[in-house]
């Protein structure tokens, strides 16, 4: 059974970093984007960054570019999300999710459609505040 777990949120000030990990367990495939979404009270859930099957390609929303990055661990079937210059505009319930990849055309693409992702994990929470 799929299994996506994320784990590394909590509480920081300002400026502060945190890294967030997603483990990826009983996948019947090796080829698949992982993104992370996040979703802040009273909001809705909008896509972070994500990095293609091959992990040569990522994206990034703007509100993050320069102080997030995304990477993956393939040995490990982790992919991290390593969050920097914290602000409190970041506050929110963070996701990983899975999106299956069978075409070799996409191995070197992701998208931050969160329709296109099937596989969820249960969040993780990401408090900025002094």
């Known amino acids: 059974q799929l299994q996506l777990v994320e784990s590394g949120g909590g509480l920081v000030q300002p400026g502060g970093s945190l890294r967030l990990s997603c483990a990826v367990s009983g996948s019947s495939s090796d080829s698949y984007a992982i993104a992370w979404f996040r979703q802040a009270p009273g909001k809705e859930r909008e896509g972070v960054s994500c990095?293609?099957?091959?992990?040569?390609?990522?994206n990034y929303v703007d509100s993050v570019k320069g102080r997030f990055t995304i990477s993956r661990e393939s040995a490990q079937n982790t992919v991290y999300l390593q969050m920097n210059l914290l602000k409190d505009e970041d506050t929110a319930i963070y996701y990983c999710?899975?999106?299956?990849?069978?075409?070799?055309?996409?191995?070197?693409?992701?998208?931050?459609?969160?329709?296109?992702?099937?596989?969820w994990g249960q969040g993780t929470q990401v408090t900025v505040s002094s």
């Open positions: 999710a899975l999106k299956d990849v069978r075409s070799k055309l996409l191995q070197h693409s992701c998208t931050l459609d969160l329709r296109s992702y099937k596989n």
């Open positions: 990095i293609s099957p091959s992990g040569r390609n990522t």
